[in-house]
């Protein structure tokens, strides 16, 4: 198996458990508010959220509208009146104190970094979010930086966002660069884009419907171990 000397991890479904984050903020506003709230309310989220996310990669809405756009698209649908901008600022400083972490997670950085290997995080998410997870996560010391697009001023699956990442990484050879991800559209055609090995963590072990190919498909973070 191929070995690699750094790794270029996706944040948000591959080494943090977002949807337990994401339950547990949704639920601790709606409590706040003293809304009600069901398991119904959860799934209406996730359906409007993850198209909102889609289109936000495609370039058809930007960053900021799909905060707000979410909020007010799930209150019309289950009859909530409520600030949406207002809502999305508490939701997202419960959100970042979410850094749960996916099966494995701690022990495949710390085995990458025991091993005189690097550690970073390529992410599109929120930046006052996501760096407030990672503060709080027990992975903080293993990685060695982080670049969230919304920073970067490029998103995943733009080569420019690579390009980005690339001039603030040791310069090693891209055939030693592994980008791990959960997200064909973003993460795997982001790497295919920036000319580097891709992962497709696949938990689920869905059936990749679409022309993205990764390099290598795993469904534990384990199997990982293989790359060192």
């Known amino acids: 198996m191929k070995k690699y000397d750094l790794f270029l991890f996706d944040a948000d479904g591959t080494l ?34 993850v198209f909102l996310w889609d289109s936000y990669e495609k370039g058809e809405v930007s960053k900021d509208d ?18 949406e901008t207002d809502f999305n600022e508490k ?23 025991k091993n005189g290997k690097f550690i970073y995080i390529v992410s599109n998410g929120i930046l006052a979010t996501q760096e407030a997870r990672i ?22 699956p733009d080569a420019e966002y690579f390009e980005y990442v690339f001039s603030h990484i040791p310069q090693v050879g891209k055939d030693k660069i592994l980008l791990v991800g959960d997200s064909l559209s973003a993460d795997i055609a ?18 990749n419907q679409t022309e993205i190919l990764p390099t290598y498909e795993i469904s534990r973070l384990h199997e990982l171990y293989s790359f060192l």
């Open 16 to 49: 943090y458990d977002f949807d337990m984050a994401e339950a547990n903020a949704l639920k601790t506003m709606f409590d706040c508010c003293d809304f009600g709230y069901s398991d119904e309310t959860l799934l209406k989220y996730r359906e409007i959220n």
């Open 66 to 83: 799909l905060q707000t756009l979410r909020f007010s698209r799930l209150f019309e649908a289950i009859g909530i009146h409520y600030n």
């Open 91 to 113: 939701y997202l400083a419960e959100l970042g104190k979410g850094a749960f972490l996916m099966d494995g997670a701690l022990e495949i950085c710390r085995e990458i970094t």
């Open 135 to 156: 503060k709080h996560s027990l992975i903080k010391d293993y990685i060695s930086d982080f670049f969230v697009s919304e920073f970067v001023g490029y998103k995943k």
């Open 190 to 207: 982001g790497g295919n884009n920036a000319g580097i090995d891709t992962c497709w963590f696949n938990m689920d072990r869905n059936e």
